[in-house]
């Protein structure tokens, strides 16, 4: 069974920076897609990247683009988030799921994390 736990959260003033990560185990096979996702007060959780871990290839969703960048394979995954806005506060969640590419969609991944608080606030 995969597990996937979050950590690197925190609070921090505009215009900062955070990394979280996404330590993965139970993987059975080579190719699985490792996708972000955030969740904020009383709005419903929406996709934020994801990567491949078969070619490395990612996606992310247009409020981050040049702002966050994922890295890493299925062992580990990192968002690093840059010129943080309050609009990004909210529970970050990875998630997983098994396939050649990935998606930002949220019915396609089948296992989840427990989420890390980002806070963006002054």
């Known amino acids: 069974q995969v597990q996937l736990v979050e950590s690197g959260g925190g609070l921090v003033q505009p215009g900062g920076s955070l990394r979280l990560s996404c330590a993965g185990s139970?993987?059975?096979?080579?190719?699985?897609?490792i996708g972000w996702f955030r969740q904020a007060p009383g709005k419903e959780r929406e996709a934020v990247s994801c990567?491949?871990?078969?070619?490395?290839s990612t996606k992310y969703v247009d409020s981050v683009k040049g702002r966050f960048t994922i890295s890493g394979g299925k062992n580990m995954v990192y968002l690093q988030m840059n010129n943080l806005e309050p609009e990004d506060t909210g529970v970050y969640y990875c998630?997983?799921?098994?396939?050649?590419?990935?998606?930002?969609?949220?019915?396609?991944?089948?296992?989840w994390g427990q989420g890390t608080q980002v806070t963006v606030s002054s």
């Open positions: 139970g993987f059975t096979l080579d190719s699985y897609a």
């Open positions: 998630a997983a799921y098994e396939g050649y590419d990935c998606y930002l969609r949220r019915y396609e991944y089948d296992d």
């Open positions: 990567i491949s871990t078969s070619d490395g």
